[in-house]
């Protein structure tokens, strides 16, 4: 059992930063692939950003790639999200999950059904 705490959200301008921070709760954190989703009022939870298990592969969808950066410390069972130049359209409470199947050497999945264990998200509102 893995139990996730995302912080760092708030309220930040357009064209601003913010860095989110997940914790894990245990030693097995660093054996799984880590995502971060995003879900705003009225719509789907959207994928933004995944890391493999060492933290050597990263993905990225097109909304955020040059954005956003997804690194992780797995010494202290975290895992990050820089989000910079921020736009309104990234507020969103976000979530980050880790997939449970230790030391996958697949591509970091999208899916969020792939996922098994989620915190309980932290919200970004970005102002115009």
């Known amino acids: 059992q893995v139990q996730l705490v995302e912080s760092g959200g708030g309220l930040v301008q357009a064209g601003g930063s913010l860095r989110l921070s997940c914790a894990g709760s245990s030693r097995t954190f660093g054996r799984f692939c880590m995502g971060w989703f995003r879900q705003a009022p009225g719509q789907e939870r959207e994928f933004v950003a995944a890391?493999?298990?060492?933290?050597?592969?990263?993905t990225y969808p097109d909304s955020v790639k040059g954005r956003f950066t997804n690194s992780r410390d797995n010494a202290r069972n975290t895992v990050y999200l820089q989000m910079n130049s921020l736009k309104p359209e990234d507020t969103a409470v976000y979530y980050c999950?880790?997939?449970?199947?230790?030391?996958?050497?697949?591509?970091?999945?999208?899916?969020?059904?792939?996922?098994?264990?989620w915190g309980q998200g932290t919200q970004v509102t970005v102002s115009s």
């Open positions: 890391i493999s298990w060492r933290g050597g592969s990263t």
């Open positions: 999950a880790a997939d449970g199947k230790p030391y996958y050497i697949g591509s970091p999945y999208r899916d969020p059904n792939e996922y098994v264990y």
